[in-house]
């Protein structure tokens, strides 16, 4: 049976230190589809938040960005990979994404506001 979540490890863009972050994901063959949303902090005066910063992505995608190599842990498994770069427009990607993840997780957690703006698919290709 497949993992709920993997292990996403990347090298920091400021730093050079490893990162790790478990993450969901969908699995279709070696590619591996995640998404990244806009940071907000949880019990925040969100309003207040985000006009502190508005629209920052998480440290884990703003990482790949910077370096697209990265290694993922899988079933106890460490692979090495590679982020993607999208063959079309993000919106279709968005929406595979969340077709996969309602058939993985179940349609009563990944809901329509999943391709909502702000969300940004991502896709790792594993490369061992």
Do not use: F
């Amino acid at each position: 049976m497949e993992s709920e979540e993997l292990v996403l490890i990347t090298r920091g863009r400021k730093t050079g230190r490893e990162h790790r972050v478990r993450v969901w994901y969908a699995r279709e063959g070696d590619l591996l589809w995640l998404r990244a949303d806009e940071r907000r902090p949880p019990d925040s005066d969100e309003a207040g938040w985000l006009r502190r910063r508005p629209g920052r992505r998480p440290d884990w995608y703003l990482n790949l960005q910077a370096e697209q190599r990265c290694r993922v842990i899988l079933d106890d498994e460490e692979h090495e990979a590679r982020l993607e770069p999208s063959s079309g427009p993000s919106d279709l990607d968005l929406r595979r994404l969340v077709e996969l993840w309602r058939e993985k997780y179940g349609a009563e957690y990944v809901q329509d506001w999943y391709v909502e703006k702000g969300r940004v698919p991502v896709k790792i290709r594993l490369l061992s």
